[in-house]
C-alpha cells in the first residue's frame, strides 16, 4: 500500500446511484475494505427537489434518516395503520427493515437533503448491499415488485379489471424519485398523496398483500414472502389478544438535545438507545461534536462499536492509529468528507484555527459508548497512574504524574495544529466547495454531495 493510499485508508470516496431522476437522487458510500469492521453500514446521501417524493417502498435492510436541511412528511405503515410524521432539520427517525414507507418533501421551494445509515444485517441472500422493494412503480423505471404476477392474479387481487391494471403497471414512470406538482406531469403517485388516510394504507395494503396469492409457488430458499409481508403489515400473532394498539414512536430532534460535554473549546452528544428506543432495532447509535477553531478531542478510544463521521462544516484533521501504535491514516478532512473509525481504534479530530469544526454520524451499536479518553484530564492513564504504569514507561512516578497531570482540561482542549492557508470561515467554506467542485470526489456525483453539505 503506498503512502497516499495508507493516508485516505478509511475515507469512503466510492460510491453508487441507487435511484436518480430530475427530481432527486440518492447514493451510498461503499467501504473501501470490511476487514478492519466489527460490522458493515453503509451511509446513504438523499437530495430531493421541492414538491418531489420517493416512491412507496421497503427495504432489506434497517434505515436510519437524519434530516440535514430542509422538512419533509415521512409515510409509513405501523402496524394496520397509516402514520405520517412531519420532519425537520435535525430530525432522526428509524425505518425497520420490511417497513412500507415513502418520503415527500413538503419545504415551500427548498430542496430536502438527507443523511441514512443503512443496517444490511438483514439483508436476505449473500449480498452486503441492501436491497429496495417499489411497491409502485409503472414499467421499467422502476419495475414494481407485482410487475411478475400474472394478469389473472393481479386481477383477483385488486378486484379490477385488467384494462385498468395494465393502465397502472404499464404506464412509463419518471423512476423512484417523482415531481408531485402541477408544473409537472401528473402521477398515480400525486393522486396517492391526495388520498384521505384510510384510503392511503388500503391501496398500501392492497399492493402488498396481493405478493402472497402466489406464495407457494414464489417461493425460494433464500427468503420467504410471506414472512416478510407480516413484518410489512405488522400482522399479530392470532393466539395474542393486541386490544390497544401501540402509537408509533415520534421523531428524535438531535439538534434540540443537550450536549453530554460542553466546555469552552467545544461540545458533544451521543444518542444511544436508552435516549431515542427506536434506536435498538437496528441497534445503531449516533453522535454530533463541534469543535471551535483550533480546538481537539482528545485522543480516544471506542471500546464498544466502530464509528462512520460525516464532516457537516468545516475543516480539520483527523489522526487514526493502529492497535500496535503505528499509524493507520492522517489525512485533512472537509466539508462532505465520509470516514470510517474502526472499534480499538485509538483516534483524534482537531479543528482547523480558521473556524469550528462540525461532524455528526452513527454508531455499530445502540448501548452507550463510554469512550475511553487515553490523554487529558479524564484519561485512563490518570485513572490507573502508579508505579507499574511509571514503569511501563520507564520514568519515575513524579515524572509521570507530571506528565499526566500536565493537561486540566478534559475530552476537548486547545491544539497547536493550524491548517494550511488562511482566511475566515466563510473565506475557508467557499475554498472547499470550489475545490470539491472543480476536481468532484472519486465515484461521487458532486451535486447530490455537495447539495447535502452545503
Given at each position: 500500500?503506498?503512502?497516499?493510499?495508507?493516508?485516505?485508508?478509511?475515507?469512503?470516496?466510492?460510491?453508487?446511484?441507487?435511484?436518480?431522476?430530475?427530481?432527486?437522487?440518492?447514493?451510498?458510500?461503499?467501504?473501501?475494505?470490511?476487514?478492519?469492521?466489527?460490522?458493515?453500514?453503509?451511509?446513504?446521501?438523499?437530495?430531493?427537489?421541492?414538491?418531489?417524493?420517493?416512491?412507496?417502498?421497503?427495504?432489506?435492510?434497517?434505515?436510519?434518516?437524519?434530516?440535514?436541511?430542509?422538512?419533509?412528511?415521512?409515510?409509513?405503515?405501523?402496524?394496520?395503520?397509516?402514520?405520517?410524521?412531519?420532519?425537520?432539520?435535525?430530525?432522526?427517525?428509524?425505518?425497520?427493515?420490511?417497513?412500507?414507507?415513502?418520503?415527500?418533501?413538503?419545504?415551500?421551494?427548498?430542496?430536502?437533503?438527507?443523511?441514512?445509515?443503512?443496517?444490511?444485517?438483514?439483508?436476505?441472500?449473500?449480498?452486503?448491499?441492501?436491497?429496495?422493494?417499489?411497491?409502485?412503480?409503472?414499467?421499467?423505471?422502476?419495475?414494481?415488485?407485482?410487475?411478475?404476477?400474472?394478469?389473472?392474479?393481479?386481477?383477483?387481487?385488486?378486484?379490477?379489471?385488467?384494462?385498468?391494471?395494465?393502465?397502472?403497471?404499464?404506464?412509463?414512470?419518471?423512476?423512484?424519485?417523482?415531481?408531485?406538482?402541477?408544473?409537472?406531469?401528473?402521477?398515480?403517485?400525486?393522486?396517492?398523496?391526495?388520498?384521505?388516510?384510510?384510503?392511503?394504507?388500503?391501496?398500501?395494503?392492497?399492493?402488498?398483500?396481493?405478493?402472497?396469492?402466489?406464495?407457494?409457488?414464489?417461493?425460494?430458499?433464500?427468503?420467504?414472502?410471506?414472512?416478510?409481508?407480516?413484518?410489512?403489515?405488522?400482522?399479530?400473532?392470532?393466539?395474542?389478544?393486541?386490544?390497544?394498539?401501540?402509537?408509533?414512536?415520534?421523531?428524535?430532534?438531535?439538534?434540540?438535545?443537550?450536549?453530554?460535554?460542553?466546555?469552552?473549546?467545544?461540545?458533544?452528544?451521543?444518542?444511544?438507545?436508552?435516549?431515542?428506543?427506536?434506536?435498538?432495532?437496528?441497534?445503531?447509535?449516533?453522535?454530533?461534536?463541534?469543535?471551535?477553531?483550533?480546538?481537539?478531542?482528545?485522543?480516544?478510544?471506542?471500546?464498544?462499536?466502530?464509528?462512520?463521521?460525516?464532516?457537516?462544516?468545516?475543516?480539520?484533521?483527523?489522526?487514526?492509529?493502529?492497535?500496535?501504535?503505528?499509524?493507520?491514516?492522517e489525512t485533512e478532512i472537509k466539508?462532505?468528507?465520509?470516514?470510517?473509525?474502526?472499534?480499538?481504534?485509538?483516534?483524534?479530530?482537531?479543528?482547523?484555527?480558521?473556524?469550528?469544526?462540525?461532524?455528526?454520524?452513527?454508531?455499530?451499536?445502540?448501548?452507550?459508548?463510554?469512550?475511553?479518553?487515553?490523554?487529558?484530564?479524564?484519561?485512563?492513564?490518570?485513572?490507573?497512574?502508579?508505579?507499574?504504569?511509571?514503569?511501563?514507561?520507564?520514568?519515575?512516578?513524579?515524572?509521570?504524574?507530571?506528565?499526566?497531570?500536565?493537561?486540566?482540561?478534559?475530552?476537548?482542549?486547545?491544539?497547536?495544529?493550524?491548517?494550511?492557508?488562511?482566511?475566515?470561515?466563510?473565506?475557508?467554506?467557499?475554498?472547499?466547495?470550489?475545490?470539491?467542485?472543480?476536481?468532484?470526489?472519486?465515484?461521487?456525483?458532486?451535486?447530490?454531495?455537495?447539495d447535502v453539505f452545503e
Amino acid at each position: 500500500m503506498s503512502e497516499h493510499e495508507e493516508s485516505k485508508l478509511f475515507l469512503l470516496q466510492n460510491s453508487k446511484s441507487v435511484a436518480k431522476t430530475d427530481a432527486g437522487e440518492m447514493r451510498v458510500m461503499q467501504n473501501n475494505d470490511d476487514k478492519f469492521l466489527d460490522r458493515s453500514m453503509q451511509i446513504g446521501l438523499i437530495n430531493m427537489e421541492p414538491k418531489s417524493l420517493f416512491i412507496p417502498q421497503y427495504l432489506d435492510s434497517n434505515l436510519i434518516i437524519f434530516v440535514r436541511r430542509g422538512v419533509a412528511k415521512l409515510g409509513f405503515i405501523y402496524g394496520d395503520e397509516l402514520e405520517e410524521r412531519r420532519l425537520k432539520t435535525g430530525d432522526i427517525y428509524v425505518i425497520p427493515a420490511g417497513s412500507v414507507f415513502y418520503l415527500v418533501n413538503i419545504g415551500e421551494g427548498q430542496r430536502l437533503h438527507v443523511i441514512c445509515s443503512i443496517d444490511s444485517s438483514t439483508s436476505f441472500g449473500d449480498s452486503d448491499t441492501f436491497q429496495s422493494f417499489y411497491i409502485g412503480g409503472g414499467g421499467d423505471n422502476p419495475q414494481s415488485v407485482l410487475a411478475g404476477f400474472g394478469p389473472a392474479i393481479l386481477e383477483t387481487a385488486f378486484n379490477e379489471s385488467r384494462a385498468k391494471i395494465q393502465r397502472i403497471f404499464k404506464k412509463k414512470q419518471d423512476g423512484p424519485i417523482v415531481f408531485i406538482d402541477d408544473s409537472h406531469s401528473e402521477s398515480q403517485w400525486t393522486k396517492f398523496l391526495e388520498l384521505k388516510k384510510p384510503e392511503k394504507v388500503q391501496h398500501l395494503k392492497t399492493l402488498v398483500q396481493s405478493q402472497e396469492e402466489d406464495e407457494e409457488e414464489k417461493q425460494t430458499s433464500y427468503w420467504s414472502w410471506r414472512k416478510l409481508m407480516k413484518s410489512v403489515l405488522g400482522k399479530k400473532n392470532k393466539n395474542i389478544e393486541n386490544k390497544d394498539r401501540a402509537d408509533s414512536p415520534d421523531s428524535y430532534n438531535l439538534y434540540g438535545r443537550k450536549p453530554d460535554f460542553r466546555n469552552t473549546y467545544g461540545w458533544s452528544s451521543a444518542l444511544d438507545g436508552d435516549d431515542y428506543p427506536p434506536l435498538k432495532i437496528p441497534d445503531i447509535g449516533v453522535f454530533h461534536v463541534n469543535l471551535t477553531a483550533g480546538s481537539m478531542m482528545a485522543p480516544h478510544v471506542n471500546p464498544r462499536a466502530t464509528e462512520y463521521t460525516i464532516v457537516l462544516k468545516g475543516y480539520g484533521k483527523v489522526q487514526i492509529l493502529f492497535p500496535n501504535g503505528s499509524n493507520a491514516m492522517e489525512t485533512e478532512i472537509k466539508v462532505g468528507d465520509i470516514f470510517y473509525i474502526p472499534r480499538y481504534f485509538p483516534f483524534c479530530q482537531i479543528a482547523s484555527r480558521n473556524g469550528p469544526l462540525e461532524f455528526f454520524g452513527f454508531t455499530t451499536s445502540s448501548k452507550k459508548n463510554n469512550p475511553q479518553f487515553l490523554a487529558g484530564a479524564a484519561s485512563i492513564l490518570k485513572t490507573i497512574l502508579g508505579p507499574e504504569v511509571a514503569a511501563s514507561f520507564g520514568v519515575s512516578e513524579e515524572i509521570m504524574r507530571d506528565v499526566v497531570g500536565a493537561q486540566h482540561d478534559g475530552v476537548i482542549f486547545s491544539s497547536t495544529w493550524a491548517a494550511p492557508g488562511g482566511g475566515g470561515e466563510k473565506e475557508e467554506d467557499d475554498l472547499v466547495l470550489e475545490k470539491v467542485e472543480t476536481k468532484g470526489v472519486k465515484g461521487v456525483v458532486k451535486d447530490v454531495v455537495m447539495d447535502v453539505f452545503e
